[in-house]
Every structure is written in C-alpha cells, then in structure tokens.
C-alpha cells in the first residue's frame, strides 16, 4: 500500500477567512521514543497472534476481532493522550487500544477466556472492556454506537473543565452511521473537546469502501457541519503521531471537533471467523511487504545505529510478556455462578 502524506481538507470557499489545523509533520521521535513505540507496536502483535492461537484452541469464545496490521494507528495517537485525564473510547476491534493505554495484558487476555480475574470480571469478554482507572470506555460491539458515547465523554471534559479530550475510534463501516453524523452536528455546536479518529482499514466488514461509500475520502466526512479533516498514513506511526499533535492542539485550543482519517490496513478476516475471501493473498502480503508498521519502526532505529542483535532481546521481552499473560488467562478461575446477578440493576417501573 503506498504512502501518502497527510492531507487537511480544504477551505470551503463559501464560508470566508475560516480557520483549519494545519498541516502535520511527521513527529520527531527520539532513539527511546522510537524504541518505545516499537516495543509498543510488537506487544500488540503478539498479543493478538497469541489471542488468535487461543480462540483457535477454543479457550475464547464469541466473538474476536484482532488488530494486527493497524498497531501503528493507537500507538502513535495514544502516546500524545495523558492516561486518567483524556478518555478514549472504540468499538470491538479493542485490544490494542487498551495494550496501548498501557492496561495489564494479564487481564485483557484473562477478559478474553471469561475469567474471573478479567478486567471485566469475565462478564464482557473480547467486545467489551472497560477502564474507569484509565478513562478507557470500550470496547462497543454495535457498529458506530461509540461515536455518540464518545460525545458524551468530551461534553463531560467540557462540562467538568478537566482539561481533557476524548478520542473516539470507529471504522470506514462505522463511518456511514446515522449516529455518527448526529454526533458531529452536536459536537460542532457545542465546541466540544473530541477527536473522530476512521480506522480506514478499507474493508470495513468484508466490502471495500469505495464500494460502499460514495465519498471514500472519509476525512472530508465532517464538511458539511464545518469540523475539519486531516487523512494520515496510518501505517506510519510518526505520522500518526504528528496528526494526533496537531488534533489535540486544535481542540485543546477549544475549536472544536476535528476527524481523523487514518489510512491503515488489518492483515486478517474482520473477526476470527471471517475467512476474507474477499481479497486476495497477494494483496495483502504486498502491504506486509511494503508498509507493514512495525517494520518500518525497524528501520527507522537501524538508521539510528540500533542493531537487530539489539533488538532480539526485546522481542524475547515481549514473548515472555505475552506467554505470561496467556498462562494467567487460561489457569485463572471463572467467576462464581452468583457473579451472574452482581451490577445488574433490576427495578420495577
């Protein structure tokens, strides 16, 4: 898949002297944040590799939706967000969101066997997770419902005067929601605090988007109710952090909403159960060929002196990391029958 650079949508010439972001540069990290966010990108491959093994063992059941080949996307914008202050919130591709917000593998992986010791108490499984400690709000599994969550949390920054942003993920499926149109009217309004970030992964649930939208360009989606749009390569973790500097400094500047448009690409089925048949095989080794982000990360810290010897040590890291958190998730107990009847409100009305 080729690289392009980040586009802001452009003015509209009806509407005079209006303000736009301007356009992101490509962040600048150093040797440690290079290493940091490789070190970041490979924990979520592995772990969704490793949830992929499990499923296949039948210790997840339901439904599973792995990230791999987006990592670049909620590492670069995360890493500018401050975990406890900033709320972030996505639909039921969400593991490597929470990996990325720095939550504990040991109870995302325990969530997705039904354990106990899951940060669900098991009760939630792989679609819904949840975070209070880190204003991590799920993990959604109705298509686009989080978008108008996602306005509720920013109007609840605004409200408080927190200082806080939400950042609200969805889909190019998700992206022609009803619900999501109605909450960037009201974001605009109300010059709420949140960032619309399209994970653009291009086949939303199996269909190509230029099949099933009319205005594939989806950065532009928020024209009509003035929010502006940035579209990024969203298999470029600098770039993606570069858009999200940019975002938070237009709305911390109190401006409003902004989209983002992330250009990325999910190397397996949209779920565990979808065989992508859709696609071909070629297509999708020559983006792991020619775009894949943890690689590109490789080679940014190889121009940087960093060898691949150093480097193995890390990997080892993060295996072990991972092998842990998979022990844990299948040795932990499932919660007492009783759970079943716990947080559920039951009233006559």
């Not at 972001?21 to 490793?50: T, V």
Request: aromatic letters at 8%; a negative charge.
């Amino acid at each position: 898949m080729a690289k392009s650079p980040a586009r802001a949508a452009q003015s509209d010439p009806q509407i005079p002297n209006r303000e736009r972001p301007a356009e992101p540069q490509r962040y600048e990290a150093s040797k440690e944040e290079l290493l940091d966010f490789y070190k970041q990108m490979l924990l979520i491959r592995r772990f969704e590799e490793k949830a992929g093994q499990l499923y296949g063992l039948g210790l997840i059941g339901g439904f599973c939706h792995l990230y791999i080949g987006q990592e670049a996307v909620a590492v670069g914008l995360q890493s500018a967000l401050e975990v406890g202050k900033d709320s972030v919130i996505t639909g039921y591709r969400d593991h490597g969101h929470m990996l990325a917000y720095g939550i504990d593998p040991k109870v995302i992986m325990a969530e997705l066997t039904g354990r106990a010791a899951g940060i669900s108490k098991g009760k939630g499984g792989s679609m819904h997770m949840f975070s209070t400690e880190h204003k991590f709000y799920g993990g959604h599994g109705i298509v686009g419902a989080q978008v108008s969550l996602g306005a509720g949390l920013a109007f609840k920054h605004k409200y408080a005067d927190d200082g806080g942003v939400c950042m609200a993920y969805f889909g190019d499926g998700a992206a022609n929601q009803g619900q999501v149109y109605e909450a960037f009217n009201m974001a605009e309004l109300w010059k709420l605090p949140i960032i619309f970030v399209i994970e653009n992964n291009q086949y939303a649930m199996g269909t190509s988007v230029n099949r099933a939208s009319s205005e594939d360009q989806l950065y532009k989606r928020g024209e009509s109710f003035r929010i502006p749009g940035i579209q990024v390569d969203g298999m470029d973790v600098l770039a993606c952090r570069g858009a999200a500097e940019e975002a938070l400094a237009w709305v911390r500047g109190g401006k409003g909403p902004i989209i983002l448009e992330m250009k990325t690409y999910r190397y397996r089925g949209h779920s565990m159960s979808d065989p992508a048949k859709y696609r071909s095989r070629d297509e999708v080794q020559a983006v792991r060929d020619k775009s894949d982000p943890i690689e590109a990360v490789k080679r940014e810290l190889e121009a940087l002196g960093v060898t691949e010897a150093e480097l193995k040590p890390l990997e080892q890291e993060i295996r072990k990391v991972v092998g842990e958190a998979a022990d844990f998730a299948e040795n932990a107990p499932e919660p007492e029958t009783g759970e079943l009847y716990t947080e559920v409100l039951v009233e006559t009305y």
